[in-house]
């Protein structure tokens, strides 16, 4: 894991999604760092090929065009379903600091397609990650949800 995400790992984090092959596409953070500190972005996308695919389409004004396609509300509605499902993971009588935001650690807007996109292929309902994959031409059936696993 520490080659895809080009340092080791600062969290526990599952594996979420596969190709058929077997090659790790995303992870699922734990909700805190090692050290205790909030991990806000739930899901990482990690697969070299659609980092860089993805970070083509932001460097083309991805992020703006997503955000304006995708409309405020739904957006909103979005940010709001990916916190609900992080703060579940949060275990009960938790004390401290809370990771906050939603995708991406954002309340409003398009941070990162890069989160949209992962949250989106690990089966979230996610407006944004669709609209990416769409943009790519993306074919998700060699993508397996294999959280856990």
Known sequence: MARLLGRPPAAGFTVAVRRDDGAVVVIENDPFLDDGRPMPTRYWLVD???NRA???LEAAGGAKSAAAAVG???LAAAHSRYAAER???IPAGHVGPRPSGGVGGTRRGVKCLHAHL???LAGGDDPVGRYVADRLALD???FVV???G
Do not use: I, M, N
């Open 146 to 148: 294999a959280r856990g």
């Open 118 to 120: 992962a949250w989106f």
């Open 72 to 74: 405020a509300e739904e």
């Open 140 to 142: 998700c059936s060699p």
């Open 87 to 89: 703060d579940g993971a």
């Open 48 to 50: 070299p090929e659609l």
């Open 54 to 56: 993805v970070s083509r």
